[in-house]
């Protein structure tokens, strides 16, 4: 997958239906301004995920509602949720330094596609789904793959 193809991932009108919707339910906006900077996120993303980069286009159009509906419970769910880091024993960061609350940009372009991964591992491979959100780094991983399970269940 290439850069040019992401951008147009990032831009496509599949991609923009899934977050505006989920962005609007929730009273807040999509900032599209980094998409520069969000192309390597999502390039990570995609490749942890295993999943081809056209299968992903495929499943944001044939999948839009559900995705949708998985996405809005999900953000729901996290939305007052504290942010949250994981620092190995001996390494922990001192309060002082912890990082400061900043105003919000709005959600990032790209989430889509990671709710659409999540989505695919619920519905095809909940094992999988364990595997990609330890590849993807996510603090308290077994919390959060309890999280994911419960949202895609209710």
């Known amino acids: 997958m290439t850069d ?3 951008k147009e ?3 496509s009108d599949a991609l923009s239906v899934i977050e505006d919707d989920i962005s609007r339910a929730c009273n807040t906006y999509v900032n599209r301004d980094f998409i520069e900077f969000t192309v390597g996120i999502l390039r990570r993303e995609i490749t942890n ?3 081809p980069f056209e299968y992903i286009q495929q499943q944001l159009k044939l999948k839009r509602t559900s995705i949708t509906q998985f996405g809005l419970r ?3 769910t996290l939305k007052d949720s504290p942010l949250e880091e994981e620092y190995p024993q001996g390494e922990e960061i001192p309060k002082s330094a912890l ?6 940009l709005g959600l990032g372009t790209g989430f889509g596609v990671k709710y659409a991964i999540y989505l695919h591992f619920l519905e095809t491979n909940p094992n999988g789904l364990l595997d990609y959100i ?3 780094r ?3 991983v077994q919390q959060f793959y309890k999280t994911l399970q419960k949202v895609y269940n209710s």
Not at 99 to 104: C, H, L, Q, V, Y
Request: hydrophobic content about 40%.
């Open 4 to 6: 040019s193809e992401i």
């Open 9 to 11: 991932l990032l831009n």
């Open 49 to 51: 995920s295993g999943l």
């Open 74 to 76: 999900l953000f729901m």
């Open 99 to 104: 990082p400061k609350d900043i105003a919000s």
């Open 134 to 136: 330890k590849k993807e």
């Open 138 to 140: 996510i603090p308290k």
